[in-house]
């Protein structure tokens, strides 16, 4: 049972509407006024101390966590820095967008319309991205949905996961200070290169004293509360709340509510400093476990007292809204902002690491029915049977909630980008499916990549089908291919172009991030930044990995190559003329040629002939990707991660020969295309497993939907995890499931008011179904529910 505290929390969660404040764009805009001329690392710093010395403390009621973004509590911040433009051509329709719609009132707008806005007109990064961009990448890079990488100059990268094994809860800010200090004491003013460490550490001194500044207003804000305070129990709630404000992020924690408070705090800072993208706990049931340990040991808490806390960070997490424009909403659908909290696995010394913490991280999601953290699990050959049997007890929830990972693979492709195999075994989830340690520095999700818009420009003359517009390369008329494989060859031309247009779209958004928005917070929780003197933009973490280019269609691509193969080439029951004729009338009039596409080999049902289509070109994406490298030396990465990234592309691609109908969805991640998984959820396992998983370092997402009459007995449970640890035996990465009815869904479709709290699997990531636009929805209603393992 959940505690009254957290039920109401709950409530407020569940029913209000996200809300924009722009206290801190407004703090942020007067301190870059005051700092013209300075070092734009410290002028970040300043904003920053001077948002933590400004910004509005407030304590909800009966909150035992404390700290919010501004003055409401499901809130959302303006970076007008980053962009701005997108706001003010949005936000007179926010409260009215498909996707994430938000609250702002007339006041907010005027205010910033008159006194931020201006400032920023030619400073944002957006501005400089969209100056800078050659016009022929722009054409096919720039809210077009054949590649986009907007959350990248229109946002933070976020995409980092706080050390506070080694950084955090050993040294506390005050300790990062004092070495901070260290250093610059060793800098000579005679070296450039130390002229720019000077910088970095001063920025370092500035951001650490305004988190400290921030807590300790929130200790004194406690104090006034309590002594107006006439509820006994509640004064000493404040009390202690003072105490603990006063002392942390300062210094390091000794006890769980001091470390989940400091956690708090450091997502507090990284939120205000960037707003950013998959800012991750990273693995919660390992680092706070000594103090779990020892406050039980000691009697300070309970053990319900400390479920209490956990579920409130929960809560916490979820309150927070990441800001983002309609076009980045709709690959990113939600509120979701991709905290990711890691449990399970092993510990670096490689033993089985499952504690107390980690089912109850489990039993929290269950309760509390947040879309945040998101909650991962790593699950290796011998974890504990009482573990797998949890994670399949919440699965059966329908919650969407907990993605499955495969601790080995994910070991595995740590190695195979070079960590160090105690670092590689310490592995935590990022954002989506991205195996990653917390000493890293990477764009986990820089471009996305469709590739079934490379098969549209190869069959249409470089043209997209749906405005006739030329984006891709000159392509000669389909209708004279002779060949399957001269099909393949004038798709992979084009695949080819669409990569290094993302390749030049990602480099000039790091060279920009570079020199216009340095992250001195974050760079603070990174113990190589802070012993090299390099801020988190000039890779100074201890492996920098290269972006991360995330495929989008896989397996609608390899189906529509796999029916030109089978009944233009080989059966030859068509001709390229008709099938052309038939994708440009978006099949009517083509109703038996369209059911002889529907009945060819289907990816996902584990067979070879269309799964060798996808194996090619999953291998041929890596090698292509990777053979280039980033701005600062390292090779692009590449993914199949799952976001809501498969709607907007399928708008913009029209008819496809595996019988897709113009507009629809494509297909994401690993997965098959919705409704085409015809077989069992093991044969779509078995089609996921043959790809070559561990090269892709950015992560492989495979999204199943199983009827929930399989998953609600202990049988089935105990069959759902039989199944996933046969599906890792064969080397996969990872795997999460729907479980709710399709009846259910309709339901709340139909009556969102009773459903508040029905979470849902969008992709790599659960968030309210009610909260999702009705072609997602359908999206997601549309996929194979298995009746059978």
């Not at 700290?67 to 809130?75: A, L, Q």
């Not at 986009?148 to 100059?153: I, Q």
């Not at 490689?350 to 107390?356: E, I, L, V």
């Not at 640890?725 to 729907?738: D, I, M, T």
Request: proline share 3%.
């Amino acid at each position: 049972m959940l505690t009254e505290r957290i039920e109401s929390a709950r409530q407020h969660y569940i029913n209000a509407k996200p809300v924009i404040s722009y206290q801190r764009a407004r703090i942020w805009t007067e301190s870059h006024k005051n700092t013209e001329g300075e070092a734009t690392a410290i002028r970040r710093a300043k904003a920053f101390r001077d948002t933590c010395e400004q910004l509005d403390v407030t304590i909800f009621e009966g909150e035992l966590i404390v700290g919010v973004v501004g003055e409401f509590r499901k809130c959302g911040i303006l970076t007008p820095e980053f962009s701005w433009t997108w706001v003010d051509r949005e936000m007179d329709d926010f409260d009215k967008r498909v996707q994430d719609p938000y609250i702002i009132t007339d006041e907010q707008r005027a205010f910033v319309r008159k006194n931020i806005f201006p400032y920023w007109q030619g400073k944002s990064l957006e501005e400089a991205f969209l100056a800078q961009l050659p016009a022929e990448t722009a054409k096919v890079a720039v809210d077009t949905g054949f590649i986009d990488n907007d959350s990248k100059w229109r946002q933070a990268v976020g995409e980092i996961t706080p050390d506070y094994q080694d950084v955090l809860f050993k040294k506390g800010f005050s300790g990062i200070i004092r070495e901070a200090k260290e250093h610059l004491a060793e800098l000579s003013l005679t070296s450039s290169e130390d002229m720019k460490k000077r910088d970095f550490y001063q920025s370092i001194i500035i951001t650490s004293k305004g988190i400290i500044t921030l807590a300790q207003r929130y200790a004194k804000k406690a104090e006034e509360m309590a002594a107006l305070e006439n509820n006994a129990i509640r004064k000493e709630e404040l009390l202690k709340i003072a105490t603990i404000c006063s002392k942390i992020p300062e210094n390091p924690p000794t006890t769980f509510y001091e470390a989940i408070q400091f956690v708090w705090f450091t997502q507090l800072g990284g939120i205000l400093s960037e707003n950013p993208l998959a800012l991750n706990v990273g693995r919660f049931d390992q680092f706070m476990l000594p103090y779990f340990k020892a406050d039980l040991a000691k009697g300070i808490m309970t053990k319900d007292q400390l479920q209490e806390l956990i579920d409130s960070l929960w809560l916490k997490l979820s309150e927070w809204v990441w800001t983002i424009s309609a076009n980045t909403a709709e690959f990113f659908a939600g509120y979701n902002q991709f905290q990711n909290l890691t449990v399970g696995g092993k510990t670096r010394e490689g033993k089985d690491a499952t504690n107390d913490l980690s089912y109850m991280c489990l039993q929290a999601t269950e309760r509390v029915k947040t879309h945040q953290p998101g909650l991962s699990v790593r699950i290796h050959q011998d974890c504990p049977s009482q573990f797998l049997e949890a994670v399949t007890h919440l699965v059966s929830k329908g919650t969407g909630f907990p993605a499955i990972h495969n601790d080995n693979a994910g070991y595995q492709m740590l190695i195979n980008a070079g960590y160090e195999p105690e670092d590689a075994r310490d592995w935590n989830n990022c954002g989506c499916v991205v195996p990653h340690f917390r000493k890293t520095g990477e764009w986990t999700s820089a471009v996305n990549i469709n590739f079934t818009a490379a098969l549209e420009f190869a069959l249409n003359q470089g043209k997209s089908r749906i405005t006739g517009e030329k984006i891709g390369l000159d392509e000669k008329d389909p209708i004279s291919f002779e060949s399957y494989e001269e099909v393949e060859e004038a798709f992979y031309r084009q695949f080819s172009n669409l990569i290094k247009h993302s390749i030049i779209a990602t480099l000039v958004a790091q060279k920009l991030h570079q020199e216009m928005v340095p992250r001195p917070f974050l760079s603070a929780c990174i113990e190589e930044c802070l012993t090299k003197g390099k801020d988190l933009v000039d890779a100074g973490a201890k492996y920098n990995l290269g972006p991360v280019l995330t495929g989008i269609g896989l397996a609608v691509t390899s189906n529509s190559l796999a029916v030109i193969k089978k009944l233009v080439f080989e059966d030859k029951v068509t001709t390229m003329e008709t099938l052309i004729q038939a994708l440009n009338a978006n099949w009517q009039g083509y109703e038996e040629l369209r059911q002889l596409a529907l009945a060819v080999s289907k990816y996902g049902n584990d067979l070879d002939y269309v799964d060798d289509i996808a194996i090619k070109m999953a291998n041929y994406y890596y090698k292509e990707g990777h053979k280039y490298q980033d701005i600062n030396g390292n090779n692009f990465n590449t993914a199949f991660m799952g976001i809501s990234n498969y709607l907007p592309t399928g708008k913009v691609v029209g008819a496809t020969p595996c019988g897709r109908k113009a507009k629809e969805p494509l297909s994401e991640g690993v997965s098959p295309f919705a409704g085409s998984d015809t077989s069992t959820p093991l044969a779509a396992m078995r089609s996921a497993a043959k790809l070559n998983q561990d090269v892709h370092s950015g992560g492989t997402l495979l999204n199943l939907r199983l009827n929930e009459d399989l998953v609600n007995t202990k049988r089935g449970q105990s069959n759902l995890g039989s199944m996933i640890q046969s599906f890792f035996a064969l080397g996969a990465f990872h795997v999460q499931f729907n479980t709710i009815s399709t009846e259910t869904l309709r339901k709340a479709q139909k009556n969102p008011e009773d459903y508040k709290d029905l979470l849902v699997r969008v992709a790599g990531y659960s968030t309210q179904f009610v909260n999702l636009s009705r072609s997602m929805q359908d999206a997601i209603i549309a996929r194979t529910a298995h009746e059978n393992y």
